[in-house]
């Protein structure tokens, strides 16, 4: 059973443009919302991430927009580069405990230039 | 630092066979993971540890082991190997404490069971 699900599953985006990947849960009991970008060969790292007292983070190009009445979070990459062709990963953890991450099923996103 | 270093890189495994994956992290952090990810599956969590002596499960422990005798390391066991373990597995560590839920990944090792 995947707790967070994510869309699309792939995305190609031209340069410039804006990159959507959506992520959906169902769990009200996370409260942390990170979004791990992985190049291939890598290990993912840790991109932007949100708590869900706030709708919205933006840092730089990449914001999250979050919606906790509907149990979604989006990623949004402005000004789409190919520098930011990779795999995305939205997770969600539980209070408490050890944090331990639900990943979603990750977005292979690719800038053409 | 050198981060969250793994080790091998690359194995190939006969069925059967078992093998232990190496990790370890120079950032003095209390919480190690490992994960393993599947083509079009995301990142499993198979187990955490929060110190050294505490292990518990996560989601896909079945056919592995882990232990924490120290800090720094945070090995992972396969005991007879089964094709199903074909997989890329990933070591991440991070900090206690709410404020520290960043969890850093080193680079993996790509296992391949035949």
């Known amino acids: 059973q995947q707790q967070v699900k994510q869309s699309p599953q792939s995305l190609i985006v031209q340069k410039g443009g804006i990159s959507i990947i959506n992520c959906a849960y169902e769990n009200t009991a996370f409260d942390y919302f990170p979004w791990y970008q992985q190049f291939p060969g890598k290990g993912p790292a840790l991109l932007i991430a949100?708590?869900?007292?706030?709708s919205e983070k933006k840092e730089g190009r990449f914001t999250i927009s979050f919606n906790k009445s509907a149990k979604q979070f989006s990623l949004h990459i402005m000004d789409s580069q190919p520098g930011d062709s990779a795999t995305y990963f939205c997770?969600?953890?539980?209070?408490?405990?050890?944090?331990?991450?639900?990943f979603g099923t990750g977005t292979r996103l690719t800038v053409i230039p | 630092n050198a981060g969250v270093t793994q080790t091998p890189k690359f194995r190939i495994l006969k069925i059967g066979q078992s093998m232990t994956l190496q990790c370890t992290q120079d950032?003095?952090?209390?919480?190690m993971y490992w994960y393993r990810q599947d083509p079009g599956m995301g990142l499993k969590l198979i187990y955490y540890?929060?110190?050294?002596?505490?292990?518990d499960k996560g989601e896909v422990p079945n056919g592995y082991n882990v232990s924490r005798s120290t800090t720094e390391d945070f090995p992972l066991r396969l005991e007879l190997a089964a094709p199903s373990q074909t997989s890329v597995y990933f070591c991440a560590s991070r900090l206690q404490g709410r404020e520290h839920n960043e969890q850093f990944f080193g680079p993996g090792t790509r296992l391949t069971v035949l």
């Open positions: 950032m003095n952090h209390n919480y």
């Open positions: 949100i708590r869900p007292d706030v």
């Open positions: 997770a969600a953890s539980l209070r408490g405990g050890a944090n331990n991450l639900f």
């Open positions: 540890s929060v110190g050294a002596g505490i292990t």
